[in-house]
């Protein structure tokens, strides 16, 4: 039998919260044989620092501990601890206000805008919209848009990976030679 979801919640955010962290998502559920159990953290509004490899780590000898002295879930079951991912929808006002400054695209019931994140207010956001430049042109910036977040219907962070990696001069492909 799956262990109720909620209650190995019930049991993990106490141990999750006490380092700082939010527990964002808690599925359990069978694969094969066994029953895994998948945690996904996040950070809260005011925390500055980042959720990196160390902190997950810290987080999931956590969980395992509560879950060990809880034993929330009957038999064996795998532990899988993550974050919410770079894409992962925008929800709650803390993912909101890590990604100001980002590029977003927000999906409201009148349209869809694209741009920069450039405050969150007490209601909703404002968004900078950025409309991609043609055959090299530069982008065309819009006015700030305010949008409250009770007409937000969907809203992530566009990952831009433009810019990353060293400039490949000669065109080659290099995939799969040694460096």
């Given at each position: 039998m799956v262990a109720p979801?909620?209650?190995?919640?019930?049991?993990i955010e106490p141990a999750v919260t006490a380092l700082g962290l939010v527990v964002e998502d808690v599925h359990v559920r069978r694969a094969g044989g066994r029953q895994v159990v998948e945690v996904s953290l996040g950070l809260a509004e005011d925390d500055?620092?980042?959720?990196?490899?160390?902190?997950v780590a810290d987080a999931t000898s956590?969980?395992?501990?509560?879950?060990?002295a809880s034993d929330p879930v009957a038999?064996?079951?795998t532990l899988?601890?993550?974050?919410?991912?770079?894409?992962?929808?925008?929800?709650e006002r803390r993912h909101y206000a890590r990604a100001v400054g980002r590029s977003v695209r927000v999906r409201t019931g009148s349209g869809t805008t694209t741009g920069r994140l450039q405050e969150l207010t007490d209601d909703g956001i404002v968004?900078?919209?950025?409309?991609?430049?043609?055959?090299?042109?530069?982008?065309?910036?819009?006015?700030?848009?305010?949008?409250?977040?009770?007409d937000v219907t969907e809203a992530r962070v566009e990952v831009d990976l433009t810019g990353l990696g060293p400039a490949d001069d000669d065109g080659a492909d290099d995939a799969?030679?040694?460096?």
């Open positions: 979801t909620q209650r190995v919640k019930d049991v500055e620092r980042e959720l990196d490899l160390d902190r956590a969980i395992s501990d509560a879950l060990d038999g064996e079951y899988e601890v993550g974050t919410r991912g770079a894409d992962a929808p925008l929800r968004v900078v919209p950025v409309t991609p430049g043609v055959k090299g042109r530069p982008p065309k910036i819009g006015a700030p848009v305010t949008i409250p977040f009770g799969g030679l040694e460096s």
